[in-house]
Nanobody, 124 residues
Framework: QVMLVESGGGLVQAGGSRRLSCVASGPTLSTTIMGWFRQAPGKGREFVAAMDRSGGITNYADSVKGRFIISRDNARNTVYLQMTNLKPEDTAIYYC?????????????????WGQGTQVTVSS
């Protein structure tokens, strides 16, 4: 069982930056893709960004392109989400996920493991 623990959430002003981290433990070599999803109050979970194991292939939601960057440090079993120019609509619980798909997909059903989430609140 792969365990995922997110950190780095908090309160930030609009226009500010924040970096989220997700540390994976357990049989992490069984997973090939890592992703970030988010869920705002009263809304469904939506895809944010994903990356393959090598870091050579990334995938971003249109709403965060140019503002968020996903990266990973395989030696530390950690994936990051660097968020810049944050907007109030970015307020959500952010979840880290891991899966075994061949490509870093935006489909949540392709992810087998999920973290508990970390809250990001952007004030206007």
């Amino acid at each position: 069982q792969v365990m995922l623990v997110e950190s780095g959430g908090g309160l930030v002003q609009a226009g500010g930056s924040r970096r989220l981290s997700c540390v994976a433990s357990g049989p992490t070599l069984s997973t090939t893709i890592m992703g970030w999803f988010r869920q705002a109050p009263g809304k469904g979970r939506e895809f944010v960004a994903a990356m393959d194991r090598s870091g050579g292939i990334t995938n971003y939601a249109d709403s965060v392109k140019g503002r968020f960057i996903i990266s990973r440090d395989n030696a530390r079993n950690t994936v990051y989400l660097q968020m810049t120019n944050l907007k109030p609509e970015d307020t959500a619980i952010y979840y880290c996920a891991a899966g075994r798909s061949a490509v870093p997909t935006s489909r949540s059903s392709q992810y087998d493991y999920w973290g508990q989430g970390t809250q990001v609140t952007v004030s206007s």
